[in-house]
């Protein structure tokens, strides 16, 4: 296991707060955050490639750690054979065993055909499976990957998703992959932590984190399509006049509160249900996304919620029709902002 | 009617073109104002051998000693920041802006018999090989880091950083990634240091007199026979170091450039 304690570091203007940090052996694990909010420093200090201030990183055997950066760093005077044997040169192994497991990893990474390649002449998505293979060849006990598909097409991320997903499910390596993208989080993570401006301000699960954004800035980054700002009196968090919300906590001033969009069912009807917020209210735009459909709905406030393109066609909606909306207090999540 | 690009590109032309002529009229000129035979028998002059020949060994050496010693010199400029840089920088910066014979005059102060150094030993360095090469070191040197430093700062330093989670260490990052990255500003860096080191007179005849290097045996015969006698040693070293350069430069496009590219 990684323990990360009360880590600090500070270049220039820029600062690494306070990181406390346990990450379990063999865990996928996405510190997901916007640029420059220290990711890479985080990174490198983990890899023991920037000196700390402060705090400690107990669990890292520096000599087995594969570190992949966003930019990968190939060799450019080298060729792809001589890039992934890097490691193992320096390792001083003999030219058999060398050549074996290069072999190996070529072929598991499908760019055997590759090997004798210059690195400027590859694609991007070709270049990634060269820095993957280079780091994965020392067989390391913890992956650091920082933004690794930043720079590729969609169709080529989802590739070199699938490859990672298989490195960490076949090496039960520890994965410490930094991005600023949530669908990469959504795909990859066991576990994520939220960083902004050098500090940690979440961590949990994908779910957990999402569906229970601590912050304003969670709530925003992880894309929380309803948040709303009031206050609870007597059982209910008002909004505005025309808008509240039943929950079963005490009174509160000044506080956020989150509604997922698949939580909230539409009808034509009322529905006859336990939710405890039904509200009517007319449907002021409608937004096609690739696999489902985006209704805001003026219930009083803006509310978003997704139906599928089934759904859409069955109800045959339209703008400036009225519609019933509904959602369980439990699919409400409340927090206090920092 | 010639477009403006058109237009733009011919001024620039001609004018690179004086600058090109200014340079190579007077070398051509010499080169074919010199008789063949004359040219011949220099080319058999055992005193002119011995001086090109020591000039190329002094200038080889002071180019070793620059390897050795400015390489590190020109990595810590390039990657490090640290109090007092700038001043250090200007400091290695001073050979080029003093007049060399002042620069001569400054190692004779500390290496010749009447200094520091010369009085505690007895020794001094006039009139020597040694002095030849401190000359040649001390008015080229920075051209030589000059050339380095630039070719690291242009090389991501992560390159090495990359290398390091590799397993390698400090010292074999430097040798197997930030080294062969900028291998072209090294070969430029030599030969400009060399080439400096060659054609340099101002310092070493403060310091040395004799042995001759060629730069000297063409004043010296220009002092003592006239324009007839210095002109074919001239043409001869000029043939030289013409062969040597463009062979260099060959070899410096032919490699793998440097990298300097701060992606993949």
């Not at chain 1, 990684?2 to 270049?11: A, Q």
Request: proline share 2%.
């Amino acid at each position: 296991m990684i323990i990360i304690k009360n880590l600090n570091k500070k270049i220039g203007s820029f600062s690494l707060k306070n990181i406390n940090l346990n990450i379990q052996k063999g865990e996928y694990f996405v510190i997901l955050g916007p640029t420059g909010s220290g990711k890479t420093i985080l990174l490198e200090l983990i890899a023991g490639l920037l000196k700390k201030d402060s705090g400690s990183i107990e669990g890292v055997n520096y000599k087995k750690l594969g570190f992949i950066y966003q930019d990968l760093f190939l060799f450019p005077h080298l060729n792809v054979y001589e890039n992934i044997s890097y490691g193992l040169k320096i390792r001083k192994l003999d030219n058999k065993t060398i050549d074996e497991k290069v072999n190996k990893i070529a072929e598991e990474l499908k760019i055997k055909n590759l090997l004798y390649r210059d690195i400027t002449n590859l694609s991007g998505g070709e270049k990634q499976r060269v820095a993957i293979a280079r780091a994965l060849v020392i067989e390391p006990e913890i992956f650091l990957l920082d933004e690794p598909t930043s720079s590729l097409d969609n169709n080529i991320k989802k590739d070199i998703y699938e490859i990672l997903k298989k490195i960490h499910n076949k090496t039960k390596a520890t994965f410490i992959h930094v991005t600023h993208d949530f669908e990469e989080a959504l795909y990859l993570s066991d576990r994520i932590a939220i960083i902004n401006n050098g500090e940690i301000i979440q961590t949990g699960t994908l779910q957990e984190v999402f569906n229970k954004p601590n912050s304003l800035f969670v709530a925003d980054f992880v894309g929380c399509e309803n948040l709303f700002f009031g206050n609870i009196i007597d059982n209910y968090f008002i909004v505005n006049d025309n808008f509240k919300i039943y929950t079963e906590l005490e009174n509160c001033s000044n506080i956020y509160a989150t509604i997922k969009a698949n939580d909230i069912i539409i009808s034509k009807e009322r529905l006859n249900s336990s939710a405890r917020n039904n509200y009517y209210g007319e449907i002021i735009d409608i937004n096609e996304r690739i696999n489902f459909i985006e209704l805001v709905i003026d219930a009083g406030v803006n509310i978003k919620c997704f139906i599928t393109h089934q759904a859409f066609s069955l109800f045959d909606l339209k703008i400036n029709e009225k519609i019933w909306i509904s959602f369980k207090s439990s699919s409400v999540h409340f927090f206090i902002p920092e | 009617m010639l477009d403006k690009s058109n237009k733009f590109k011919i001024i620039f032309i001609i004018s690179g073109s004086i600058i090109v002529l200014f340079i190579l009229y007077p070398i051509i000129n010499m080169i074919f104002s010199t008789s063949p035979l004359l040219l011949f028998n220099t080319l058999v002059d055992k005193e002119v051998i011995f001086s090109i020949l020591l000039t190329l060994k002094c200038s080889l050496i002071a180019t070793l000693f620059a390897i050795i010693f400015g390489i590190p010199l020109s990595y810590i400029f390039a990657r490090y920041n640290f109090y007092g840089k700038k001043i250090i920088e200007a400091i290695v910066d001073i050979p080029v802006i003093i007049p060399h014979s002042a620069a001569g005059i400054a190692l004779l102060t500390v290496w010749g018999r009447d200094s520091i150094f010369g009085r505690i030993t007895g020794l001094s360095i006039v009139g020597s090989e040694v002095a030849i090469v401190m000359a040649m070191f001390f008015v080229s040197i920075s051209f030589f880091i000059n050339s380095v430093k630039n070719g690291f700062k242009l090389v991501d330093y992560r390159y090495s950083k990359v290398a390091m989670t590799l397993g390698a260490t400090q010292f074999q990052a430097f040798l197997t990634v930030d080294l062969p990255l900028i291998k072209k500003s090294i070969i430029s860096g030599v030969i400009m240091m060399w080439a400096r080191g060659i054609s340099e007179f101002g310092a070493i005849i403060i310091l040395v007199y004799h042995p001759m290097v060629t730069s000297i045996l063409i004043y010296d015969r220009y002092e003592c026979y006239g324009l007839k006698y210095a002109k074919p040693v001239a043409v001869l070293l000029i043939l030289i170091c013409l062969v040597i350069f463009i062979i260099m430069r060959i070899i410096e496009e032919r490699g793998k450039g440097d990298y300097n590219k701060k992606s993949k």
